[in-house]
C-alpha cells in the first residue's frame, strides 16, 4: 500500500517570503499523480497543484511550485511571496492512475502553515 | 456552480443514535468518494463507489454503511453512532475521464457524538 509522509506538522514564514512544505511518498508503481490540497480555516479542501509522475517538468501554479523528485519519491511544495491567505493546512495527496486503484486518493498527515505579518 | 454539496454542515449525536449524511454533486461525476478527517490523521478513505449501484470499502469502513442509488447521490450512514466517529466527514468526487482526474470535495460535516 502507498503512504504518504509530512515531515512537518507546522511551519511558519514571514509574509513576503518563501516557504518549502515537504512531502515523501512511497510506492511501487510508475505511472501516478501527486496533489497539493490547502485548507483554510473554512474547511474547504482546495486543490493546489498536481504532478503527473511521467512528467519531468515540476508544475507551477502562479506562486507554488513543486519539486518533484521521482527517483527520492519526494514532492515538495513552494510558496513563494507568501500573503496571509496562504495559512491554511496543507495535504500532500498521492493516487495511483492504475484504473484498478479505483482512483483513490492517499493523504499525508497534514502541515500546518502559520505566514506572519 | 454547486458541484459538491455535503447536508447537514453540524450535527450532534448522542451515543447509539443513528442517522444519514448525504452528498449530492452535480457534475456527473462516476466516482465518489466519503472521507473522515480526524487531528493529526490527514483524511483518511471509508468508502467509495464507482457508479450507480456500486460501493466499496475504504481505510476505515467499520461502524459506517453507504448507498449509492443515483449517481448524483452517495449516502454514508451511522446505524449506532459511537463517540470514535466524531469527526469531519467529507465527501468527493472525480470523473472517470481526464489525465488527473482530481477530486472535487464538498464542504465537510462535523459530527460530534455524545
Known amino acids: 500500500a502507498q503512504t504518504v509522509t509530512q515531515s512537518q506538522p507546522e511551519m511558519s514564514v514571514q509574509e513576503a517570503e518563501t516557504v518549502t512544505l515537504s512531502c515523501t511518498y512511497d510506492?511501487?508503481?510508475?505511472?501516478?499523480?501527486l496533489f497539493w490540497y490547502k485548507q483554510p480555516p473554512s474547511r474547504q479542501m482546495i486543490l493546489v497543484i498536481r504532478?503527473?509522475?511521467?512528467?519531468?517538468q515540476n508544475a507551477t501554479e502562479n506562486r507554488f511550485s513543486v519539486n518533484f523528485q521521482k527517483a527520492a519519491k519526494s514532492f515538495s511544495l513552494k510558496i513563494s511571496d507568501s500573503q496571509l491567505g496562504d495559512a491554511a493546512m496543507y495535504f500532500c495527496a498521492y493516487r495511483s492512475n492504475s484504473g484498478g486503484s479505483n482512483y483513490k486518493l492517499t493523504f499525508g498527515k497534514g502541515t500546518l502553515l502559520t505566514v506572519n505579518p | 456552480n454547486a458541484g459538491v454539496t455535503q447536508t447537514p454542515k453540524f450535527r450532534v449525536l448522542k451515543t447509539g443514535q443513528s442517522m444519514t449524511l448525504l452528498c449530492a454533486q452535480d457534475m456527473n461525476h462516476e466516482y465518489m468518494y466519503w472521507y473522515r478527517q480526524d487531528p493529526g490523521m490527514g483524511l483518511r478513505l471509508i468508502h467509495y463507489s464507482v457508479g450507480e449501484g456500486t460501493t466499496a470499502k475504504g481505510e476505515v469502513p467499520d461502524g459506517y454503511n453507504v448507498s449509492r442509488l443515483k449517481k448524483q447521490n452517495f449516502l454514508l450512514g451511522l446505524e449506532s453512532a459511537a463517540p470514535s466517529q466524531t469527526s469531519v466527514y467529507f465527501c468527493?468526487?472525480?470523473?472517470?475521464?481526464?489525465?488527473?482526474?482530481?477530486?472535487?470535495f464538498g464542504d465537510g460535516t462535523r459530527l460530534s457524538i455524545l
Open positions: 468527493a468526487s472525480s470523473s472517470i475521464f481526464g489525465g488527473a482526474r482530481p477530486q472535487h
Open positions: 504532478q503527473e509522475a511521467y512528467k519531468q
Open positions: 510506492t511501487s508503481e510508475s505511472d501516478y499523480y
